[in-house]
DNA sequence: TTTTGTGACGTATGATCACAATTTGCCTAG
DNA sequence: CTAGGCAAATTGTGATCATACGTCACAAAA
């Protein structure tokens, strides 16, 4: 009757509610790696953080509970998940399919103005690369592969990728931390080759060689590490 | 309208809080195609509904809009989300790829206790076949998909699953609904063999058709009818 | 007849309260 | 000095209250 006005409300709603507030602080931190995995988080303890009552921050909780990037223990506790290489292993290669898949999917929408945006980001992130910026790196890389992605106008996987990054970003600082250097290799410039030339198979690879050379090497180094030292079941580190 | 089953995938056990409760509840409505979509959503309704203060509706309904399982809209309204042919593609895709990507990470752990569980699912598959119980049919394809995925010890990928079935339940009743039927050729019996020869190729065809000999077929042909007599070459979609 | 302003009503939201469960610290007994 | 248990503090959970915002209806003016 009725239900072909379907009235596109193109109005930008601005997350204004207190509880979005929180929920996209929380996940930045989270993602961003501010975090460290094994942190115990109490609502209201956030809730005094943030300045505000324990409701919004336990919804937010929630939801981020739901993406795994918290993990809420059978006794009312809740935390951020630990990594063990069997796990990173699996995120990894989920990571590779999932992003693959996406970036292939990107290509009938390419454009030039998309792949103009997608060098001014990548420029940035050589002026990070330069000034040892690595909490901008993280970030830029972050939105580099969001844009892509994002060209498909259907999108469906973005977010169980970010979900993907969500479970990464705490074990990232605890690499980091460990004194790991990891060497980034600019993999940016293939991928935008590949999407110039509309080469599904070399857009592919790319994507997999910028992940894998990403944090999956040393991260991996160190996963070994740990295991081969942690004969006694050892608090893996401290802040 | 809605609970007809009392959750029978999680009947004793485990009374937990009232909001994991209601966040059960409300899954499972949408995951197996009670709540049509474009259907609008109240917290004080679904509360009056499930006798309960708005308080766990509000966490639940949260926890499902981050799951792309309900939509919350700028305007403080939420719905289930309608459902578009190109949306309707990409979400299929994806499926495929991430279900096939789960199967293969499945087999060094494949065992003879496995394949036997799995079998006994399939089997009461069939029963429910020859008695055209279709919820049943829906609940048991899961259980079987799951089942396979789960075996993987370390499995990363069942939630982002979880949330593909959770997008598609919706749409799967509209379909019902619009009296098209959708024959279920049974490919679980050619998963079984892939699985039991731990042939990675043949498992992964074998999931790629029984995921598009599902309402794959019936769900694209209704969306095409409906694209065709709603309008004729009108732009398509709006963004 | 169409458009616009104003009011009432309903709803989400966030704060606060009361309660239950769990953890932590401390004290006592061995 | 260690193990066990009791008590207080801490924390999550659900209900309720106050408030702000959106929607709808009705009326008045163009």
Chains 1, 2 share one sequence.
Not at 55 to 65: F, H, I, Y
Not at 78 to 103: C, D, G, N, Q, Y
Not at 185 to 209: F, N, Q, S, Y
């Amino acid at each position: 009757m009725d239900e072909q006005a379907e009235m596109p409300d193109i109005a930008v709603r601005s997350p204004s509610t207190e509880q979005e507030a929180v929920f996209r602080r929380l996940r930045s931190a989270i993602m961003t790696g501010n975090l460290a995995p094994e942190t115990t988080l109490t609502i209201r303890g956030l809730a005094d953080l943030m300045a505000c009552s324990p409701t919004p921050v336990r919804e937010a909780v929630r939801r981020l509970s739901t993406e795994s990037a918290i993990e809420v223990l059978g006794n009312r506790r809740m935390r951020v998940p630990a990594m063990t290489l069997a796990k990173f292993e699996e995120i990894f290669s989920l990571r590779v399919t999932i992003e693959s898949h996406a970036a292939v999917r990107v290509l009938p929408y390419v454009s030039d103005v998309i792949i103009e945006g997608l060098e001014r980001i990548d420029t940035r992130m050589d002026e990070a690369l330069v000034t040892d910026d690595q909490l901008g790196l993280t970030v830029l890389n972050h939105d580099f592969h969001r844009a892509v992605y994002m060209t498909n106008p259907h999108q469906a996987a973005m977010p169980m990728i970010e979900s993907i990054w969500l479970q990464l970003g705490p074990f990232q600082r605890q690499i980091l931390q460990s004194g790991l250097e990891f060497y980034v290799i600019d993999r940016h410039k293939e991928i935008l080759r590949a999407l110039r030339d509309r080469d599904p198979g070399a857009l592919a690879v790319a994507i997999e060689a910028d992940i894998r050379d990403g944090i999956y090497r040393s991260g991996r180094q160190y996963l070994l590490d740990r295991a081969k030292l942690s004969s006694p079941s050892q608090v893996p580190y401290g802040p």
